[in-house]
């Protein structure tokens, strides 16, 4: 005979349980904070802001908002966009050529797979990479800039060191959960041939989480652009700088060909990506 | 003996390969070692004299509360200031940044369900699920086609702009309170949510979709009904994946004027009170790696089970 269906009430699931919970933090919260929904809208001058502010979106600067006083021999609008964008970007490639060495290297030793068919006292070791890993990437980039701005003052190199320390921690936490999730069966006959342990960890475990790795890097350079186009608040010469200028010099349109420039490369990188993905995948 | 050789060579040259992929790779290798070449970005820069004697300088003076400068330091002595400093702004600005991350995830997941839900293409066509609707393929001209791209294209436009450059215009505009804060880590994070809430639907299994929708189920019957129980444990994964994210940018936002954990970092380093600044600075990794922990724990609780 068939399992009569339940009729009476059911306990609550584990998704409704954490449904609720979540809710009732986030009401927790906006009493905590004291917010109230009257301060959504936007006052007087804030008001006047924001019509002025995004009516400018559509009409995005390619000169100078306000040439008077400038400089005659000052480079034109563009090209000073273009600087902006080329120092986010090289700032993001630095960045990230640090952090997958550094990510690649901390991944491998925090992978459970690397360890396998070896003495266990190395899971000490393992444990204390991961936990440095953790403590790498609980700190924001933002907040080691200005460690570093208050200890060497400011130099690219900064900026650059700011972004791959949390970026490393990142990829090497993602890489080792992307190593222990790849397929096994051919490391384990490589095993059962009698290869050593570094060989079946090389030849039959790596390559089958390398399409992976390399999908997650490139998502993480369109996350270090922004990182670095937010660095420009600090002082350094990236797009953020240029950005907050112009938009205390309230040259809107200014501000928004900045976006626009940051909206476009962003793309760029994400199609770049998701064209390389689906490669893989096939 | 070659004659296998052979074999494993024809298999090794028969092997997928992609000519964007190599390209990529090469392209990253070269951009990579031209930055160092020929930017000004320099790591031996941060070590010269002049930095390194900054750097001791920090190191020796700067970096200690001033009562525990040079022979007066002791372990205890730290640790007591340590307890003061966490008494008198530390806790509160801890428990505000939670606050501010905790509200803007669940807004951002509000909202991303909702631009999930819109943009994903196979609930948003002609006839969601129905046998002779093929999602990529064939005519895609009907206006829920439409529907579906534009809200792609919103959550790329959300999530192509950082937090902090959102948080940065809107404080403009809102004034101070910690709505601006919030609602900068929701639109990003409704960006990232909805893009991969649209990911989820795209990939659940069509069966039971189908049958509801052939049932006679309208669009909507079979969202509610089929599509949003489904969805659901994963989308409940990757809000806990985007909470730590959270967390992480909420204690920065504060630099902006905003009363999170940032905050009082400036305040600290606008008054020269570096120790101050450190030590708020360790709250805040304390305060993520926290949070690392409860979306880890929240996460494989989840997986366990519905």
């Known amino acids: ?282 | 003996m070659s004659d296998r050789l052979a074999q494993v060579e024809a298999l090794r040259k028969s092997r997928p390969r992609s000519r964007l992929i190599r390209w990529s790779a090469m392209l990253a290798v070269v951009c990579s070692v031209l930055v160092w070449l020929t930017s000004d970005i320099s790591l031996a820069d941060m070590f010269s004299t002049k930095r390194l004697g900054h750097l001791d300088r920090f190191i020796t003076n700067d970096m200690l509360p001033a009562k525990l400068r040079g022979d007066a330091f002791t372990w205890g002595g730290l640790g007591d200031w340590c307890g003061e400093q966490f008494q008198l702004n530390g806790a509160r600005a801890m428990l505000a940044t939670l606050c501010i991350s905790v509200l803007a995830i669940v807004l951002a997941a509000v909202a991303g369900a909702m631009l999930g839900a819109f943009g994903a293409r196979n609930l948003m066509s002609a006839h969601p699920f129905l046998p002779h609707a093929t999602v990529g393929h064939g005519d895609c001209s009907h206006w829920l086609d439409r529907v579906a791209q534009f809200t792609r294209l919103i959550c790329i436009l959300l999530r192509a702009v950082p937090e902090y450059i959102w948080a940065y215009l809107l404080l403009a505009m809102l004034g101070t309170s910690a709505w601006p804060a919030v609602l900068a880590l929701a639109i990003h994070n409704a960006g990232i949510l909805g893009r991969l809430a649209g990911e989820t639907i795209e990939n659940l299994p069509s069966q039971p979709l189908r049958a509801l929708s052939m049932a006679g189920g309208t669009r909507r019957d079979v969202a509610v009904v089929g599509v949003f129980p489904m969805a659901l444990g994963r989308y409940l994964l990757y809000f806990f994946y985007r909470f730590e994210t959270c967390v992480r940018e909420a204690t920065v936002l504060g630099m902006l004027g905003v009363v999170s954990l940032g905050y009082y970092v400036i305040e600290a380093r606008a008054h020269g009170q570096y120790s101050t600044m450190l030590f708020l600075i360790f709250l805040g990794g304390l305060l993520v790696m926290l949070a690392d922990i409860v979306s880890d724990v929240a996460r494989r609780w989840l997986q366990k089970g519905i």
Not at chain 1, 68 to 83: Q, T
Request: glycine letters at 6%.
């Open chain 1, 1 to 282: 005979m068939a399992k009569p269906l339940p009729l009476a009430p059911r306990l609550p699931t584990r998704r409704v349980r954490i449904l609720t919970g979540i809710f009732l933090a986030a009401v927790i919260a906006f009493f905590g904070l004291g917010l109230s929904l009257g301060e959504l809208i936007p006052r007087d001058s804030g008001f006047q802001l924001v019509l002025e502010f995004f009516s400018a979106s559509v009409q995005p600067a390619f000169t100078y908002q306000n040439s008077e006083g400038l400089p005659s021999d000052i480079s034109p609008f563009l090209f000073k966009v273009g600087r902006g964008l080329w120092t986010t970007l090289t700032y993001a490639v630095a960045a990230m050529s640090l952090s997958l060495i550094g990510g690649m290297v901390l991944g491998l030793f925090a992978s459970a797979s690397f360890w396998e068919r070896r003495h266990p006292a190395w899971a000490t070791f393992r444990w204390t990479v991961r936990v440095l890993i953790a403590a790498m990437r609980s700190v924001h980039e933002l907040l080691l800039a200005l460690v570093f701005l208050a200890t060497l003052g400011i130099t690219p190199g900064a900026a650059v060191l700011a972004i791959a320390i949390p970026y490393s921690g990142t990829l090497a936490k993602v890489f080792s959960e992307m190593l222990d999730e790849s397929p096994r069966e051919a490391a384990d006959a490589l095993s059962y041939l009698g290869a050593k342990p570094l060989q079946v960890f090389l030849i039959g475990r790596f390559p089958r989480a390398l399409p992976d790795i390399a999908a997650y890097s490139f998502y993480r350079l369109e996350c270090a652009v922004r990182s670095s186009a937010v660095m420009g608040f600090f002082g350094f010469t990236t797009i953020g700088l240029y950005l907050r200028q112009s938009f205390e010099n309230l040259h809107y349109r200014e501000v928004w060909t900045y976006l626009y420039a940051l909206i476009v490369v962003v793309l760029i990188l994400e199609v770049w990506s998701a064209h390389l993905r689906r490669r893989f995948v096939a």
